[in-house]
Antibody, heavy 118, light 108 residues
Framework: EVLLLESGGGLVHPGESLRLSCAAS????????MTWVRQAPGKGLEWVST????????YYADSVKGRFTISRNNSKNTFSLQMNSLRAEDTAVYYC????????????WGQGALVTVS | EIVMTQSPATLSVSPGERATLSCRTS??????LAWYQQKPGQAPRLLIY???TRATGIPARFSGSGSGTEFTLTITSLQSEDFAAYYC??????????FGGGTKVEIK
């Protein structure tokens, strides 16, 4: 069974930093790209960042480029999102998700981690 | 950026009836479109990919159709557990990956 478990959410002030992590199990982690998707309160889904299985390819939404950094540790089956210079508009539930093996849709999701910037 | 437009924003349907949800894209995405279901307080769940292929474990009452810029998610004979929000997502041209604004299916 594929399991994704986020950690690291919380309340921070504007301008501060926070690091989210996602622990994966139940599949060959290094074979899959992984993604962060967020959802502001009462709003829709917004793609944030994707990292390839090897970590060699990384993509960001314009809204977070230069402030957020995605990374992964294939030996520990984890990936992370370092969020710096946080803004009120970054307040959201952040989901980690597994990309399908060849295409960028998401076949498994974590339960979400709430980040509040206030 | 490919803009996704879902309609209607809210759909009121009686249990046992059919629901038809629409997703339009600002340019062709071929069949590179996925649908997700999200219940309150839960993570999204993949329903459909490739515009019409059901994901593992998804009941046959969910079906997807369309290609190019016009897509439809149909739920036949709505069950109580189907009342939720539904989102479409394109993965044809990215970054960025983009989602529609969602359709909430509520009980009539």
């Amino acid at each position: 069974e594929v399991l994704l478990l986020e950690s690291g959410g919380g309340l921070v002030h504007p301008g501060e930093s926070l690091r989210l992590s996602c622990a994966a199990s139940g599949f060959t982690f290094s074979s899959y790209a992984m993604t962060w998707v967020r959802q502001a309160p009462g709003k829709g889904l917004e793609w944030v960042s994707t990292i390839s299985g090897s970590g060699g390819s990384i993509y960001y939404a314009d809204s977070v480029k230069g402030r957020f950094t995605i990374s992964r540790n294939n030996s520990k089956n984890t990936f992370s999102l370092q969020m710096n210079s946080l803004r009120a508009e970054d307040t959201a539930v952040y989901y980690c998700a597994r990309d399908s093996q060849w295409l960028a849709f998401f076949d498994n999701w974590g339960q979400g981690a709430l980040v509040t910037v206030s | 950026e490919i803009v996704m437009t879902q309609s209607p924003a809210t759909l009121s349907v009686s249990p046992g009836e059919r629901a038809t949800l629409s997703c339009r894209t600002s340019q062709s995405v071929s069949n590179n479109l996925a649908w997700y279901q999200q219940k309150p307080g839960q993570a999204p769940r993949l329903l459909i990919y490739g515009a019409s292929t059901r994901a593992t474990g998804i009941p046959a009452r969910f079906s997807g159709s369309g290609s190019g810029t016009e897509f439809t998610l149909t739920i036949t004979s709505l069950q109580s557990e189907d009342f939720a929000a539904y989102y479409c997502q394109q993965y044809y041209k990215w970054p960025p990956l983009t989602f529609g604004g969602g359709t909430k299916v509520e009980i009539k």
